[in-house]
């Protein structure tokens, strides 16, 4: 595989997903999907749309990455079953990249990035990372929680960066906690304190960049070996 491979990314995780095709981490063409559309509709379509756009056919890839979760049940099966079908077909390998170390290389250099999706119920996902030039390091483990349980467990770090779709609809928690705790709260990244930074329209440009990376030391599977992280039960699980 070349230094720089030419990757197809596919984001499904999120309601409106999105798909990219860069070369090494330089981004050559991207789309962001329809939040109100399933991706089961609108997926193939998108992935046709943004080879064209970047001049490439599907012959001409070298690997396939693509955001394995935690998010949108439906979603991320959808996408995983998508790129291990083209793996598969092409004989390309793959790069598994959760989704909130995405989200989260998305804020760029952070000591603390809390990344937060919703995960339905008034709950979500969360995981906090700490992100620098060359790496996004978990500092913890992924977890379904409430917006409650979110706060107790990041409220005693002075300065964070909150981010993702989950960040954003709970703003108004966030902002009250850092009041009470008489932290600074800001919608930038301008000091100390905690701040809310907005998701990035195109995840999959973050999933392309991070499998770059990942590619480079040779951490790519096969595609039988792609497996979703869930976090939680489904709602079937749960009812049992």
């Known amino acids: 595989m070349s230094a720089e491979p030419l990757i197809l990314s596919v984001e499904t995780a999120t309601l409106a997903g999105a798909v990219a095709v860069s070369k090494g981490e330089q981004i050559i063409a991207s789309l962001a999907g329809d939040k109100n559309t399933s991706h089961s509709n609108t997926l193939l379509r998108e ?6 756009s970047a001049g490439r056919t599907l012959a001409e890839l070298d690997l396939f990455a693509v955001a394995t979760g935690p998010g949108s049940f439906t979603g991320l099966r959808i996408g995983i079953a998508t790129v291990k079908g083209l ?4 004989g390309r390998p793959c790069i ?5 170390e995405a989200i989260a290389h998305s ?10 999706l919703p995960a339905g119920r008034g709950e979500v996902f969360v995981q906090m990372f700490s992100v620098s030039a060359d790496a996004v390091t978990p500092l913890d483990d992924p977890v379904h929680i409430s917006p409650t349980a979110m706060l107790e467990k990041y409220g005693a770090f002075n300065n964070i960066c909150w981010v993702g779709d989950g960040a954003v609809v709970h703003r108004d928690k966030i902002k009250t906690w850092a009041d009470h705790a008489g932290s600074r709260f800001s919608e ?5 304190g905690w701040c809310l930074i907005r998701p990035p329209v195109n995840l999959a440009e973050y999933v392309a960049m991070l499998a770059s990376r990942k590619a480079q030391s040779n951490e790519v599977q096969d ?3 792609l497996r979703a992280i869930y976090v939680r039960p489904s709602d079937a699980e749960l009812k049992t």
């Open 107 to 116: 804020v760029g250099v952070c000591e603390r990035v809390v990344a937060a």
């Open 188 to 192: 930038d990244q301008s000091g100390e």
């Open 47 to 52: 992935i046709d749309t943004v080879l064209n």
């Open 87 to 90: 793996s598969f077909t092409l």
């Open 96 to 100: 598994p990249i959760p989704t909130l």
């Open 223 to 225: 595609a039988k070996d």
